[in-house]
């Protein structure tokens, strides 16, 4: 799969980050892994194993360490550190720059970076925001909307009727995130991310009516920037010949990046009121969530097992 980046520059203005001191243009340094490191043994002399990819956070213990050292000593550990030419150094709790730091930081050319949040919230807020930035991604043609705080991916051939539903869901007061075209983000071991991009956001092509903007006619209310994927729904026609029963079958899913998504095969023929069901789909997915299975219970009642 290939690998992304995203540019310090975008980094620092989404946290909120003081630049103590920049080598070049921040928007052309890059930063290429969500992984992050406290450079506590580095500082002791341990060097093994260093990862100059790593954001380099030094945080209170790092800083009291360093104070009760000797100039000497405290210049050979931050050396430790700068000398390899991480991509950033961070220092957390708006904590004093040490001269040797910005010394050394200009001497092996390393952006320093300085935030007044606490270690454990900036290390918390790099990796989550880093997570969606630099995850692995894909994109898939499809609807995606928010229906009473569950993510539902709607999937099926073109022309079955996948923007006619979402517009239906919107007049039901739940939130577009993307139409047509959806990017898909893995941002953990177990979630996906969806969400527009960034020039066709908040656009909706209805055949027979053309573009519309969702957000101006439906009002801010309607639209989310990104949703968790947790549901998907493939439409397809109906099939007479095809049972549509999954009575005690277990629960279908889809692979999405590795990671395998309840899924639920909706065939759509006149009459049928895709919203409605789509609703019933959301609210008992999160029964199912929650631990409440209600095929478990009818066969319980009928003294049977799943």
């Known amino acids: 799969m290939a690998n992304y980046t995203i540019s310090i520059e975008s ?20 930063l290429d892994t969500a992984e992050i490191n406290r450079p506590g043994l ?7 194993h260093f990862d100059p990819h790593r954001i380099q956070i030094i945080g209170l213990m790092e800083q009291s360490y360093l104070e009760q050292e000797t100039p000497e000593e405290r210049y050979e550990s931050l050396k430790r550190i700068f000398s390899r030419r991480p991509c950033l150094v961070a220092i957390a709790r708006d904590l004093e720059i040490f001269e040797d730091e910005l010394k050394l930081a200009k001497e092996y050319a390393v952006p320093l970076v300085r935030t007044s949040m606490k270690t454990s919230d900036f290390m918390s807020a790099t990796i989550g925001h ?4 630099l995850g692995q991604r894909v994109t898939w043609h499809g609807e ?6 569950t993510g539902i991916l709607i999937i099926g051939d073109s ?5 006619e539903t979402a517009v239906e869901m919107l007049k039901r007061g739940h939130r577009l995130v993307a139409d047509d075209a959806v990017e898909l983000r893995r941002v953990s071991e177990i979630s996906i991310v969806g969400s527009a991009p960034e020039n066709t956001r908040y656009f909706m092509e209805l055949r027979g009516i053309g573009i519309v903007n969702v957000r101006q006619l439906f009002g801010m209310g309607a639209v989310k920037v990104s949703e968790k994927v947790d549901l998907i729904i493939k439409l397809e026609p109906w099939d007479s010949d095809k049972s549509y029963t999954n009575f005690g079958g277990g629960e279908e899913t889809m692979d999405i990046l590795g990671i395998k998504i309840p899924m639920i095969t909706v065939p759509v023929k006149p009459g049928r009121n895709l919203a409605v069901i789509l609703e019933v789909a959301a609210m008992n997915h999160r029964d199912r969530q929650m631990g409440y299975n209600a095929e478990q219970e009818l066969l319980s009642s009928l003294g049977l097992t799943m």
Do not use: R
Request: net charge negative; glycine share 10%; proline share 5%.
């Open 11 to 30: 980094f620092v203005q989404a946290l909120k980050l003081e630049v103590i001191y920049a080598p070049s243009p921040l928007d052309e340094l890059y």
């Open 42 to 48: 580095i500082i002791t002399g341990f060097t093994e």
């Open 130 to 133: 880093l997570n969606v930035e």
């Open 144 to 149: 995606l909307i928010e229906v009473y705080g």
């Open 159 to 163: 022309g079955i009727g996948k923007s």
